[in-house]
C-alpha cells in the first residue's frame, strides 16, 4: 500500500514538473504578446494619432479636450466619494451635540446638506454623460460630427466644473469651526 501510494506520490510530482516546465513559459509568452509593444493600428485608431505631432482635426483637437475633460473630472471622484462620507460624518456628529449646539450650527448643517446634494449631483451628471457620450456619433457627417463634440464639451466642462467647485466648496466649508 505505502509502495502504491509513493508512486502516486511520484506521478503527482513528475506532472507538476512537466506543467511548471511547459505551460508556464507559455503562460509568460502568452502574456508579454498580449500586453506588450504598441499597436501602430490602435495608436492611429479613427484619426486619432499617438505621436507627438497632436490633433490633426477639429475633431480631433475637440475629442482631446472632451478627453483630458473627462479625465480632470474622473481623477477627482475618488476625492468627491470620500468628501462626502466625511460631510455626513460632520452632520451625524453634530446631530449628537446637546440640543443648543445644535441649533446654533442649524445653518452650517443647511449649508453641509446642500453641498452633499450638489457633490450627488455632480456624481450623478458625469455618470450619466459616460453612458451617453459616443465619440463617434455622426461621424459620417461632418457638420453633425463637430456640432455633437463641441455640445460634448461643454456639458463634460459644465460636470468636471460642478466636481471642482463643489470639492472646493467642501474644502472651505469643512474648515469652519462653529
Known amino acids: 500500500m505505502r509502495l502504491l501510494k509513493n508512486v502516486n506520490i511520484d506521478k503527482f510530482i513528475l506532472k507538476f514538473i512537466l506543467m511548471k516546465r511547459i505551460f508556464l513559459p507559455l503562460i509568460i509568452v502568452f502574456f508579454l504578446v498580449a500586453c506588450g509593444g504598441s499597436d501602430k493600428k490602435h495608436d492611429d485608431h479613427n484619426g486619432h494619432s499617438s505621436s ?27 476625492r468627491l466619494h470620500n468628501t462626502q462620507k466625511e460631510i455626513q460624518r460632520v452632520i451625524d456628529s453634530i446631530g449628537k451635540l446637546p440640543a443648543a449646539a445644535q441649533q446654533s450650527a442649524a445653518s452650517y448643517v443647511e449649508s453641509l446638506k446642500n453641498l452633499v446634494k450638489d457633490m450627488e449631483y455632480a456624481d450623478f451628471a458625469m455618470e450619466k454623460w459616460m453612458m451617453e457620450y459616443n465619440e463617434d456619433s455622426a461621424d459620417n457627417n461632418e457638420a453633425q460630427h463637430l456640432s455633437y463634440l463641441k455640445d460634448q464639451k461643454m456639458k463634460v466642462d459644465k460636470v468636471t466644473g460642478a466636481i471642482l467647485t463643489s470639492l472646493q466648496r467642501a474644502d472651505s466649508l469643512l474648515k469652519i469651526k462653529f
Not at 507627438?52 to 474622473?74: E, N, Q, R, Y
Open 52 to 78: 507627438g505631432d497632436g490633433p490633426k482635426t477639429a475633431a480631433d483637437s475637440l475629442a482631446k479636450d472632451i478627453d483630458d475633460g473627462h479625465i480632470v473630472g474622473m481623477s477627482k471622484i475618488g
